[in-house]
């Protein structure tokens, strides 16, 4: 049996291995020659913390990862030191944007039931992931899954871009091609959602990577659920981002539910935090309702990504209120009763405005005020949206490729004479300029 | 997986709400403009895609004596049994509750599998067969995929869902690599027949790029794999058990637009109209009965034009066809649905081509690369000397399928109309 020494010095001497590399191989190795200084150290460069025990032992479970808070359900803060050192226009900022996206959800959902936009997903229950925007850099790259409006609405997305994009009107910026909620924003830094689940993760340590190599003090963060940390592409992102050292921070919202599968027909683990640990990156797992304990970790999470290029794993715990989507009735997998016990047990809305009145930053009065305004905004935004033409059929044909190709082209004609001869056939008159710039 | 996986009930409802509320008020006004007037009484809305002429369409069994006339049942056993109406979905839940009750071995999994599953096929079977034989995985598709090898390797039935076809493709290396050339590369020492993948698939109405694509091309580039598609619930039903029987790894994509599209009176809501009774469901014969994969169906005889299609799009060209033949007269098409894309049935095809001369192809995937390429290839080399007019492909364009344009991406009954009339006036 070769031991270590000699596999790295083969290693070496094949030159298979990059310099770093071995640099850190021998660094770790003898970090943890002093650390089991009374056992004899296993030389396998590959898990150089280990030691040999002459015990057969399974490893069943390590300890429970705790749960990082900073309030309790009433809003109190438990230890003082970890309220953070913020303004009132800050804390302020952070609710009425939960309130709005809150307000924005409950009509848009109508809307769909209504059959005026196609299709929606709310945010009910997971609105504290505000403060994962409060906490980064606006420069800094957000990768999401599908159900981070409020990050988005956060950094500046306007209630017309919400609405224009749910109504695929030519104002959206994916030019209507996605279904509703598919939002992006170049300008935002918020990369364009895809329905695919979970692909997004090993992009963002892609990503991470290339804003390292470019110096930037920024990190990308990238969001996922409990069921999507499930696919292929989790582990592959976390086992990318350690080994290359990515500035990432990847941000499971665990809610309890994959669709109707609930999280332990999901997994049999200590939830999703568990697994960073298995890749060696930095894990912390937080009361996904409670906004500062959000805040805090992903402030802190920043500065070990920004600062010394590690990639942190945060597992948020929440509960999914609303239905997965439009498409979904909870109700044949879960109960009322269920999800109203949940909603009075907690709700990162309403703790958080509890802290706010505690504060004396808020009281019942704003309150009912800024509902109103925002509902009336909102709605203002959109029956404006609904107003405006789908986009211009050209679009149809259009950003396959930087340039059309002559099929797209040849295709484009075809479409065109068709609809020229079949005008009837068409709903030409939703479109921009009634199709005719086809 | 999706984001929007969930497509309950609600999901094909809300297509038919969305229809009837506005959409489909403009489609049907679109349908008394349509220029060939002969037609009115007769076409659904048209351009819509929401299976226009599934309502009326002639070619489901909507009496126990037509969908016991098939003469593929004759040695089936299922001939003078009984007959229950089905949508499509009751089709498919009733293969795998049949493979469950007599194959001790049979397991059917995926992601919501246990509850229903999104779309309802698998609704009751968790309380009948048992939660360790009807079970939820976790959100991983590759694992769902290698799964189920894992079991078929050892001789089990694994029927395993993907719950949207769009979201097929983290499978892809356990497809292609590996169910595909289990047997192959093991000298036939080992085979994982025992492999069904079942996966809703095609347009919906307003499923844009993640929910509605027909991914059946990649497939059909893989030899050792099965592709079928079914296009009713008889048909449904019979190819299932007939894949999940079949000593060979298959695919079985169900355009989810036919579920429920001609199932429930109620869900249709506002489509009930004068243009009388809607068409439920079809009989299907309750027994253990197999349709035959590799071998297409003649739906339609015809001199003329020979049309090609599958799944949904039979529909769009049912009506196709009834437009062509009014419109040209003395025009007669006829209509074969492939119903297995792999292997594919060439001699039914070229026979007709041999006959009528005309081919006309219709799929809802992308035109370039996709099977219709693959059909017009084999006809031209089987039938050169035959054809009297270029072969029609109508098909997505070479696109991504986009939610706002969807009406004008499909192959829809315009198009077709207009591809069997060129053929036909070459």
Redesign the interface.
Known sequence: MFTARSLVNRIVRTQAFRTCTITKVSRTFVTATRKCQNQEKVEFPGAPRSYFTEKLEFIHSIDAIPTYRVMDKEGKVLVPEEEPNITEEFATKIYKDMVTLNTMDLILYEA?R??RI??Y?TNYGEEAIISCGAALDPSDVIFG??REAGILLYRGFTLDEFMNQCY?NEKDHGK????P??YGSKSLNFQT?????ATQIPHASGAAYALKRTGKKNCVMCFFGD??A????FHAALNFAATMQCPVIFFCRNNGY????PAL???KGDGIASRGIGYGIDTIRVDGNDVWAVYNVTKAARQLAVDEHRPVLIEALTYRVG???????SS??RSKKEVETWMRYDNPITRFRKWLHNKGWWNDEKEANYRVDIRKEILKSFSKAEKIH??S?T???SD?YDKP?P??IA?QKE?RE??Q??P????LADFKNGGEDL | MSSFRAATRPFIANCWKINSNRVYIKAFSSVRNFPFGVCRESSPAPAEGFMPGLARSKLLKHTHEEALKNPELVDTGVVGGETKKMNFLQGVNDAMCITLATDETAVVFGEDVSFGGVFRCTLGLAEMFGKDRVFNTPLSEQGIVGFGIGMASVGHTAIAEIQFADYIFPAFDQLVNEAAKYRYRSGNEFSIGGLTVRSPSSAVGHGAHYHSQMPEAYFAHTPGLKVVIPRSPIQAKGLLLASIKDPNPVIFFEPKILYRAAGNYEYNGGYSDNRGPLIKIEQVPTGDYELPLGKAEVLKRGKDVTVVGYGSQIYTLEIAIQMAEKHIPGLSCELIDLRTILPWDVDTVAKSVDKTGRLVIAHEAPKTAGFGAEIAASVMERCFLRLESPIQRVCGWDTPFPLVFEKFYLPDVTRCFEAIKKAAEY
């Open positions: 769909q209504q059959g196609s299709f997903m899954q599908y695929s209507g091609r996605q279904m909620v598919h959602i895809s329905s695919p689940l069921g999507a499930s696919e292929g592409d994959a669709i109707s599968t027909e999901q997994y239905h997965h989507s439009t498409s979904d009735d044949a997998y789908k986009p059929l679009e149809l044909f396959v190709t099929n797209l295709q479409l068709i609809i001869k079949y009837a056939n068409y709903p």
